[in-house]
T-cell receptor
Framework: EAQVTQNPRYLITVTGKKLTVTCSQNMNHEYMSWYRQDPGLGLRQIYYSMNVEVTDKGDVPEGYKVSRKEKRNFPLILESPSPNQTSLYFC????????????FGSGTRLTVV | KNQVEQSPQSLIILEGKNCTLQCNYTVSPFSNLRWYKQDTGRGPVSLTIMTFSENTKSNGRYTATLDADTKQSSLHITASQLSDSASYICVVSASNDYKLSFGAGTTVTVRA
């Protein structure tokens, strides 16, 4: 089954404790992206990657890092999480033609206390 | 700046009734517009895609319309069911950019 898999689904952590949210896709997609979703604000892009070893900032990249060492994986790293990073996070992938549509993961609900 | 605005922010309808959601955009040059359905706590799933030349497209009880001249789209839900309770997100793609422009979504609640 074609899918984007995120882990974990739920995570509660403390301020400053480094964490990684994993994302993996099995569709051989070139394009991958991370979004955060907050009430009333919709989906905002954090980082995206157009292919292996190619990453770029989205609209809200502060406090996040990503890497794309393999085509299928695109982890999101929070080096020093803060409470304002409490949010619902989605990973998404697409073919090189982004307007062909995204496949989204099921989301990771992160709470930073 | 490319923007997508959706209205209403939320609505409540009775099971079996119809409803219409609106999406206005300023994205240019326009490539396509998608409507996504997002169930609570889940990732968005594509319902329809509209290109410049298409005016209407249906997916079961969902019908999307597009007026590229006025830069408006609507999503009509016919004979609503409890399973239609979700957030509906309008996403517009520009033909000269890899980025997508997302609306904030309309939350639909269907009550028995």
């Amino acid at each position: 089954e074609a899918q984007v898999t995120q882990n974990p689904r739920y995570l509660i952590t403390v301020t400053g404790k480094k964490l990684t949210v994993t994302c993996s896709q099995n569709m051989n997609h070139e394009y991958m992206s991370w979004y955060r979703q907050d009430p009333g604000l919709g989906l905002r892009q954090i980082y995206y990657s157009m292919n292996v070893e190619v990453t770029d900032k989205g609209d809200v990249p502060e406090g996040y890092k990503v890497s794309r060492k393999e085509k299928r994986n695109f982890p999101l790293i929070l080096e020093s999480p803060s409470p304002n990073q409490t949010s619902l996070y989605f990973c998404a992938s697409s073919t090189h033609r982004v307007d062909y549509g995204y496949t989204f993961g099921s989301g990771t609900r992160l709470t930073v206390v | 700046k490319n923007q997508v605005e959706q209205s209403p922010q939320s609505l409540i309808i009775l099971e079996g009734k119809n409803c219409t959601l609106q999406c206005n955009y300023t994205v240019s040059p326009f490539s396509n517009l998608r409507w996504y359905k997002q169930d609570t706590g889940r990732g968005p799933v594509s319902l329809t895609i509209m290109t410049f030349s298409e005016n209407t497209k249906s997916n079961g009880r969902y019908t999307a319309t597009l007026d590229a001249d006025t830069k408006q789209s609507s999503l009509h839900i016919t004979a609503s069911q409890l399973s239609d309770s979700a957030s509906y997100i309008c996403v517009v793609s520009a033909s000269n950019d890899y980025k997508l422009s997302f609306g904030a979504g309309t939350t639909v609640t269907v009550r028995a």
